[in-house]
């Protein structure tokens, strides 16, 4: 298994992408803890799965948007675990809302969970890696709209785009400690976050009009591809972004 005897904490990983990602790391021998905010049965399920299969799990509650709760998801991982190895910044919100109606909490809350969070885990992971002295991934789940415009969703494209320059600045700042870090950006994938719109059949019959393979992705495939960035297969990528999104950057302007 690729990812034996690593140690990986994945933020939001109670619902949608970040659950699969966590099972899909365990499944690679990967030892997870399962950061969740609010769904605390969810998470329940991710680590019974995880355990189920033979795996390692640990659960803990942090609030990505809140430092002091980062470090103690990096601190309680290694108290459990002994190490860390794999940060996969994943927990995120969409809060789509028009120039005109968005409120300073509502910008201040999406920049809070989007982009101050992974920051701050980034430098909490960073430090330890360095600590320990034998290197380490970071693999942050973008989006898209790190680089393509959505109408109504600045905020969120806005947080998404400082991601992105955060890991193009990050990655030659820490490859001399042989610390690692990748974007993955999904396109259109199916889970709680997008509900709305793929329950509404004239929104979903156009977003999959501007998808080349013609299909909404599954929170597997956006899993598939961390845990290769996260292997040594991938020991030689850093500081871009893989897009797995059936290849609609290509076709709707993006790049
Ligand atoms: P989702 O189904 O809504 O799940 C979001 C996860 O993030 C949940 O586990 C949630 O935890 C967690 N979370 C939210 N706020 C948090 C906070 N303040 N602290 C800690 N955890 C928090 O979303 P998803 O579709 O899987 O999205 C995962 C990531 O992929 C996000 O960064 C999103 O921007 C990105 N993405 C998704 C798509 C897509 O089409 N789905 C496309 C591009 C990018 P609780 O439920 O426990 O609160």
Same mark, same amino acid.
């Given at each position: 298994?690729?990812?034996?005897?690593?140690? =990986?904490?994945?933020?939001?990983?109670?619902?949608?992408?970040?659950?699969?990602?966590?099972?899909?790391?365990?499944?690679?021998?990967?030892?997870? *803890?399962?950061?969740?905010? *609010?769904?605390?049965?969810?998470?329940?399920?991710?680590?019974?799965?995880?355990?189920?299969?033979?795996?390692?799990?640990?659960?803990?509650?942090?609030?990505? =948007?809140?430092?002091?709760?980062?470090?103690?998801?990096?601190?309680?991982?290694?108290?459990?675990?002994?190490?860390?190895?794999? #940060?996969?910044?994943?927990?995120?919100?969409?809060? !789509?809302?028009?120039?005109?109606?968005?409120?300073?909490?509502?910008?201040?809350?999406?920049? =809070?969970?989007?982009?101050?969070?992974?920051?701050?885990?980034?430098?909490?992971?960073?430090?330890?890696?360095?600590?320990?002295?034998?290197?380490?991934?970071?693999?942050?789940?973008?989006?898209?709209?790190?680089? #393509?415009?959505?109408?109504?969703?600045?905020?969120?494209?806005?947080?998404?785009?400082?991601?992105?320059?955060?890991?193009?600045?990050?990655? !030659?700042?820490?490859?001399?400690?042989?610390?690692?870090?990748?974007?993955?950006?999904?396109? =259109?994938?199916?889970?709680?976050?997008?509900?709305?719109?793929?329950?509404?059949?004239?929104?979903?019959?156009?977003?999959?009009?501007?998808? !080349?393979?013609?299909?909404?992705?599954? !929170?597997?495939?956006?899993?598939?591809?961390?845990?290769?960035?996260?292997?040594?297969?991938?020991?030689?990528?850093?500081?871009? *972004? #893989?897009?797995?999104?059936?290849?609609?950057?290509?076709?709707?302007?993006?790049?």
């Amino acid at each position: 298994m690729a990812l034996n005897g690593k140690v =990986a904490i994945v933020t939001g990983a109670s619902l949608g992408i970040g659950s699969a990602i966590a099972v899909r790391l365990a499944r690679e021998g990967a030892s997870v *803890t399962i950061d969740y905010h *609010t769904h605390r049965d969810a998470a329940g399920t991710v680590a019974g799965q995880i355990s189920g299969a033979g795996g390692r799990a640990l659960m803990v509650q942090a609030d990505v =948007a809140d430092v002091t709760s980062v470090g103690n998801l990096v601190n309680q991982t290694v108290a459990a675990f002994g190490r860390l190895d794999i #940060l996969v910044n994943n927990a995120g919100i969409e809060q !789509p809302a028009r120039l005109v109606d968005v409120t300073e909490e509502m910008f201040e809350r999406q920049i =809070a969970v989007d982009l101050k969070g992974p920051y701050f885990a980034m430098q909490a992971a960073a430090r330890r890696f360095i600590t320990q002295g034998s290197g380490g991934v970071i693999i942050n789940i973008s989006s898209v709209h790190e680089d #393509l415009p959505m109408v109504g969703n600045a905020v969120y494209c806005a947080a998404k785009g400082g991601l992105r320059m955060l890991t193009r600045t990050l990655a !030659p700042e820490l490859a001399r400690n042989q610390i690692r870090i990748v974007n993955v950006g999904p396109g =259109a994938i199916a889970t709680p976050i997008n509900t709305a719109t793929l329950n509404d059949p004239q929104k979903k019959a156009a977003l999959l009009a501007e998808i !080349p393979l013609a299909r909404i992705g599954n !929170p597997d495939d956006v899993a598939a591809a961390v845990a290769w960035l996260a292997s040594d297969d991938a020991s030689y990528v850093t500081g871009t *972004t #893989l897009f797995i999104d059936g290849g609609l950057m290509v076709s709707a302007g993006g790049l």
